[in-house]
């Protein structure tokens, strides 16, 4: 017998049932919402998720079956090379780890494969750690920490293991940019940055060995800070966390004039200006629109009057692509 | 001397003529429909297959070759990992099996992988069986059937193997849905799906064995049953198929009772009624359009005086997004 | 201290600086035009290369940093599996090669993978050969040449290897298309195809051995010859040469009389004249349009009498699609 709880579901199982003549089988039972189904598999049930869109069942014989919020079949039986250890189900997404230490994630709305049976030894190995948390984002990016307080995520375009956050790293812990938090902003604690980051996210929290690093090497490494936690978000899919630290890193850039950086930066949100030249440049980020993140951008600027051009430069560009 | 033959297309191989001094070459003849064509190739040919399309062509080295049906050659020589151990073309894809047990099949038309040298060891492993079949179909599915009566097709969106058949599992022989076939339908016999399943498919074979099976859990096996024929016919991407059992399922259903599925089932046919929603609905499936689909599966409804109100619903929208 | 210089790009490196009380970092210095930007790395730096768009780092602990040109992080630190052996830098790609011989290739502008963790044990299991080339294309093509005298790219749509030069091919040398060279086009001598095949490449450079070759068994070796230039210019994503390529073949073609090949060629660059029917053809390959294509191809017919109704059927078409 098991249950798995998200949105309130309960699945009962019970594994060998002689229910046909001279074949066992297993019988499930799932409710939610006061709702119930039921079905049987052939083999022996070994471990369930759920969410609010799919249930997530791995058999003994290495099937692992997908049914909605009523019971519905979703996809034929996936045969998994090696048997299931651990199954999370997010949204729409399912994430399957297996045995042999393999991650895998199905969009089961698109019938698609994100992740496709990635070896968590790339993270593992000379690491001298153990996974101590595994979870999968609403957006169905797979996040997995370790115990020497590493954590990575597989990045479905870049195909590859990526750090998007390290506990350890002394480059966080010398970080200074507690002039930049916003004021009035609510913070963002509750996205699978914050999470996997932790409590030892305190801007400034060193202050005293800080007093001793000289003053460029803490702007650099709060810099190289910034921009990790940038493109972690983005990898990691969260919008709300990549606007929040977008907002401090122009604020980090102004105070600190770094103006090849923040051209770099307006130039990428702006875009080219004329619709004529072919382009690879997206006009939208994680659902955010570029040109509204530039808007916000700017009002930073005119803290530092050295940026006084730089301000009226993009400021005009946007003005002339609003009345276009 | 080799002859492969689909469309009536014949090959002649020569492998180690002395063409040129000092180099051996293999000499190949092709001809079909009166024409012919003939090319050389560094190493000899250890095995070829051809369709209406395409010739492939692989050699001792390792090497495949694409030919067009006139012999003009489609693709820069590929080099496989290990030695090719069988071919099959089937319109514009062409799929090798090397002797290390894995499977590639690629898209000659997009000049595009669709299986990128998948291993089987994932469905033979602890399976005690052997190879008794493989085909790929007209839209470039690999399948392969085992000798303990499992087929398994390779899915190229899903990236994994899912099991399409099983002439062995008793939920299949205990399905009953008789009732439920149509009368006027053509069968459909000659897709995939019912290939790989063969001859054990006539509901109610086991009539005997049924009658001591209570109707509830007879009638979740059937569900169970229809279920996996409607996924699998998708995996396959075997539109015919899809909507033969469809259609089936959806009569299932009324007579049944099932009200929770058959909601389910139309609302993913119908889709978002308001253009304005962002959705990743998408209109059709394997080519057909969802919303003929329910228009096929709505009048099946009036059987059932229980889902009167569901057919008008559905129908009333139906009416609605024809108007708009 | 290391230096790369591609646009002269000058890094200089400092491994195991005691910056900060108790843990040890790298200290990067990188200038470029003038401009300077310094960051600093957890880890020892291993090897770096940059292009004009990117500069990459690859870390004792087998992390991977990429860094635009003024220094802003690209992407999260990317973890390999195994030790970085080599890095090529190009336009916005980056190529990996690690320790146990496998290659990636990523496109920074997208944040997408070309290339995933590819073996080279494919191309180079028993050939008695070492890597004597590796490079990266301005399209982020990877390309590998062998001591043996080939060079195989990796196709990231084909997911596989193939064979684009083979210095040592017997039919390379017979191949004879002298007649058919363009008289007032400047030579593609700088392509990727051009540089992997070397100077072993002139057209009739074996008159000698030639004129011991039956004429019919010469044109098949030419025509195997241009076709494999074609497809692997393509397959090279290297525009120029596929164009070079493509009209010495339809001059040999014509000068030969190879109708059944000169007509499926016109069918192809031509496509589909009339607009409804679905179809998949694409109307430009490598950003070359076909029907531009196929309108330097024609004039190139009239060159043989055989060809007169060929060319007015493609002529006529070609017009009729233009004033549509």
């Known amino acids: 017998l098991q249950v798995s709880a998200e949105p309130p579901v309960f699945l009962e199982v019970e594994n060998e049932v002689s229910l046909v003549a001279g074949s066992k089988l297993s019988q499930l039972r799932c409710s939610r919402d006061g709702r119930e189904w039921n079905t049987q598999l052939p083999s022996s049930v070994v471990t369930a998720a759920g969410s609010s869109d799919v249930l997530a069942v791995a058999c003994q014989d290495r099937m692992l079956s997908l049914f909605s919020s009523c019971g519905r079949r979703l996809l034929p039986a996936i045969q998994l090379a090696t048997p299931t250890s651990a199954l999370h189900c997010s949204a729409h997404f399912v994430m399957a780890l297996t045995a042999r230490a393999t991650l895998s994630v199905w969009d089961v709305q698109k019938q698609k494969a994100l992740v496709k049976n990635e070896s968590l030894l790339s993270i593992l190995s000379g690491a001298d750690a153990t996974v101590s948390q595994s979870l999968l984002t609403q957006q169905g990016v797979p996040v997995i920490g370790l115990s020497n307080g590493k954590s990575y995520c597989f990045s479905s375009s870049l195909e590859t293991w990526t750090l998007v956050a390290d506990k350890g790293d002394s480059m966080v812990q010398c970080a200074d940019f507690r002039s930049c938090l916003p004021t009035h902003d609510a913070p963002v604690s509750s996205g699978p940055l914050a999470v996997m980051q932790g409590r030892n996210l305190n801007a400034g929290r060193l202050a005293s060995r800080l007093s001793s690093t000289p003053h460029h090497l803490q702007q650099s490494m709060t810099l190289a800070?910034?921009?990790n936690q940038l493109t972690s978000a983005l990898?990691?899919?969260?919008?709300?966390?990549?606007?929040?630290?977008?907002?401090?890193?122009?604020?980090?850039?102004?105070?600190?004039?770094?103006?090849?950086?923040?051209?770099?930066?307006?130039?990428?949100l702006l875009g080219p200006v004329h619709k004529s030249a072919a382009t690879a440049w997206e006009p939208s980020t994680l659902g955010l629109r570029k040109r509204e993140l530039l808007r916000?951008?700017?009002?930073?600027?005119?803290?530092?009057?050295?940026?006084?051009?730089?301000?009226?430069e993009y400021q005009d560009q946007l003005e002339l692509l609003r009345t276009k």
Chains 1, 2, 3 share one sequence.
């Open 235 to 268: 990898t990691l899919q969260s919008a709300a966390e990549y606007r929040h630290w977008l907002l401090i890193y122009a604020r980090f850039l102004v105070s600190e004039g770094s103006e090849n950086r923040l051209r770099e930066l307006c130039k990428e």
């Open 296 to 312: 916000e951008v700017l009002p930073v600027m005119v803290e530092n009057l050295r940026f006084q051009r730089l301000f009226t």
């Open 225 to 227: 800070f910034l921009e």
